[in-house]
T-cell receptor
């Protein structure tokens, strides 16, 4: 199906383990984003990407790694999971043909609920 | 610095009341974009509206209206005659033209009571 999909939807992992959250979009959008949602903090930007092989840190990047070898995929890796990384993670994508003229809205995946025990 | 403030953590209203959700933003860019999203109890994020900094015209869509005021750096959202189905968390977001990141506020939880 077209759109943006995240996998897995639910994940339980142990402290210290590496875990990768997947994000795939079928629109060929240039921009992709990872957010975490925690009570009282809203959506906080972890990493974002303007195109393949171009990534930047967001507000809360520590403990996370991203890559974007292909336009449609933007995986997020927790190198050594900690309990403080228990959260709901959202991936999003956005297309802007001319970012100095207009900016389209971001389309979100359904989220991945990650629990670190 | 880029920042979005939603000072109202939670609002409760009775059905058919009007309610306004506040959003105040900070940016150094002269060109920027503002958004509102809705997150119902099911958890998905639903886009509601986009507004460009060079277009201060207010917008109305059914029971929803948005008031954009650059002078006060505010982009407020009003629901007229609220309904139970409006119960959700509402997020305001900002994107600057010179970067491509979206920054969200902490959200306002709206509870509409029957």
């Amino acid at each position: 199906d077209a759109g943006i999909t995240q996998s897995p939807r639910y994940k339980i992992t142990e402290t210290g383990r590496q875990v990768t959250l997947m994000c795939h979009q079928t629109w060929s959008h240039s921009y992709m984003f990872w957010y975490r949602q925690d009570l009282g903090h809203g959506l906080r930007l972890i990493y974002y990407s303007a195109a393949a092989d171009i990534t930047d840190k967001g507000e809360v990047p520590d403990g996370y790694v991203v890559s974007r070898s292909k336009t449609e995929n933007f995986p997020l890796t927790l190198e050594s999971a900690t309990r403080s990384q228990t959260s709901v993670y959202f991936c999003a994508s956005s297309e802007s043909l001319n970012p100095r003229v207009t900016r389209t809205e971001a389309f979100f995946g359904q989220g991945t609920r990650l629990t670190v025990v | 610095a880029q920042k979005v403030t939603q000072a109202q953590t939670e609002i409760s209203v009775v059905e058919k009341e009007d309610v306004t959700l506040d959003c105040v933003y900070e940016t150094r860019d002269t060109t920027y974009y503002l958004f509102w999203y809705k997150q119902p109890p099911s958890g998905e994020l639903v886009f509601l509206i986009r507004r460009n900094s060079f277009d201060e015209q207010n917008e109305i869509s059914g029971r929803y209206s948005w008031n954009f005021q650059k002078s006060t750096s505010s982009f407020n959202f009003t629901i007229t005659a609220s309904q139970v189905v409006d119960s959700a968390v509402y997020f305001c977001a900002l994107s600057e033209a010179r970067t491509y990141k979206y920054i969200f506020g902490t959200g306002t939880r709206l509870k509409v009571l029957a």
